[in-house]
């Protein structure tokens, strides 16, 4: 029994860790247009274009990838083009990226060369990915604004 007396149960006794909620991620490929949201408790992989907001737990924006909108995760990078705001507690915008508003977080990475034409906030507040899109936040007070009537806002692709 010399083999098994750095062990606190059996081997075969040991349990298999439980599987991940979504154990894989949902990935846009680059010919896919969006008009709409995307909400996932999970990790998307985004090489699309979207007119509308992403939630998620962790976002990959390759390179082709543009999101007209909100980005709300725990975890951003960015290597393609972002026209809106960003909410998230780490960023990592790399030299390839282009945002075009306010990337508020709790901690930042930006490569050499990458675009930014707006603000970076940091926050010490803790990023609750599971409420629903801030569609009417405004970045600059922090607070939320009078309600948005979405369907107005929708602009049709031809």
């Not at 705001?85 to 960023?91: E, G, K, N």
């Not at 010490?124 to 607070?143: C, F, H």
């Not at 309600?147 to 602009?155: A, H, S, T």
């Amino acid at each position: 029994m010399p083999a098994m007396m750095f062990w606190k149960t059996k081997p075969e006794e040991k349990k298999a860790a439980p599987a991940k909620k979504g154990g894989f991620p949902t990935v846009i490929t680059r010919d896919m247009h969006i008009l709409g949201n995307i909400i996932s408790d999970g990790v998307v992989d985004f090489d699309g274009t979207i007119d509308g907001n992403i939630r998620c737990q962790m976002l990959t924006l390759r390179a082709n990838g543009r999101v007209n909108g909100e980005v709300i995760a725990d975890t951003v990078m960015v290597h393609g083009k972002i026209v809106g705001l960003i909410r998230s507690r780490h960023a990592h915008l790399f030299s390839t990226c282009h945002i075009e508003g306010i990337v508020m977080h709790e901690s930042i990475t930006i490569e050499d060369g990458a675009f930014i034409d707006g603000k970076c906030k940091r926050t010490n507040k803790v990023l609750d990915v599971k409420k629903p899109p801030v569609e009417n936040y405004d970045a600059e007070s922090g607070e939320e604004s009078k309600p948005v009537k979405m369907l107005e806002n929708i602009r049709l692709i031809s």
